[in-house]
């Protein structure tokens, strides 16, 4: 049995005061629910803050991009390493804001995730389809391509300890949830896809579900053989909201 995870991804928000208080409740909500794994991915800036305050809970932290170098002159660029020593647990690569705004494609998205990987961390692979993609059939071919540059590049071992995303471009941040019928058909499709190079590897794969996941429909999506967790944006901002996600993810 695959174990569900939880991660929030805080994108461009947050103060200090606010995210002591959401780090502090966070943690203490969690103290008692150890059957599900849950991580928050936080702005740079935080990551001390949230290594201080999380150190020795049961709640992991991370970041939301990297850099696929790992050093140099790269004026503005985070390197893997620097998020190790930090303490992250994960990164997000791939997201699909950092495809659409500032232009990263599958290539890129795949160094990114090595780097994570060689320097310890346990990447989080962003795959996901626009609205017009999907509506014009293409879903499954989008998502084979990016999952397929990762593999391509690193071989399907790159997957065995490392989460994939499926998160729909039209459902995040829209209110619009894909129905888990949806999001089941597509996590099948990403296990099959990873099986039919290795199958031992697709059955431990944590493919998580994204976009506009809240507290009255995570259990819904939890409950698909395929959907092993979330990765939640708006809801990961509030405390109570994201503990009840969490709480979805509890084994019945
Ligand atoms: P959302 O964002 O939960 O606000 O839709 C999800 C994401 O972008 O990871």
């Known amino acids: 049995m695959r174990r569900k995870l939880v991660a929030g991804n805080w994108k461009m928000q947050g103060t200090l005061t606010q995210n002591a208080a959401l780090l502090d409740a966070v943690r203490s909500g969690m103290a008692a629910m150890n059957s599900v794994d849950c991580a928050v991915c936080v702005p740079f800036p935080y990551l001390a803050q949230a290594q201080q305050k999380l150190s020795g809970s049961n709640v992991k932290w991370g ?3 990297v850099h696929q170098l790992d050093k140099g002159a790269y004026t503005g660029e985070v390197s893997a390493s620097m998020l190790h020593d930090f303490g992250c647990s994960y990164v997000i690569v791939g997201h699909s804001e950092r495809r659409a705004i500032y232009g990263e494609n599958s290539q ?5 995730f090595l780097m994570a990987h060689l320097a310890g961390l346990t990447p989080i692979l962003c795959v996901g389809e ?20 990762l593999i391509q590049l690193g071989g399907v071992q790159a997957l065995r300890s490392a ?16 129905t888990s019928a949806q999001a089941q058909a597509v996590h099948a499709f990403i296990r099959q896809r990873v099986a039919s190079q290795d199958s031992q590897i697709a059955s431990g794969l944590c493919i998580l579900y994204g976009g506009s996941v809240k507290a009255n429909n995570a259990a819904e999506l939890f409950a698909m053989p395929d959907i092993d967790g979330g990765l939640i944006g708006g809801a990961s901002l509030v405390a109570e909201e994201f503990l009840a996600i969490c709480r979805a993810g509890v084994p019945s």
């Open 63 to 65: 970041a939301q991009d």
């Open 108 to 112: 890129l998205v795949a160094e990114k």
């Open 163 to 178: 989460v994939v995303a499926y998160e729909p471009v039209w459902a995040i941040g829209t209110g619009k949830t894909a």
């Open 130 to 149: 626009s609205l017009q993609q999907r509506e014009s059939g293409v879903t499954e071919k989008v998502v084979a391509e990016q999952l397929d540059a």
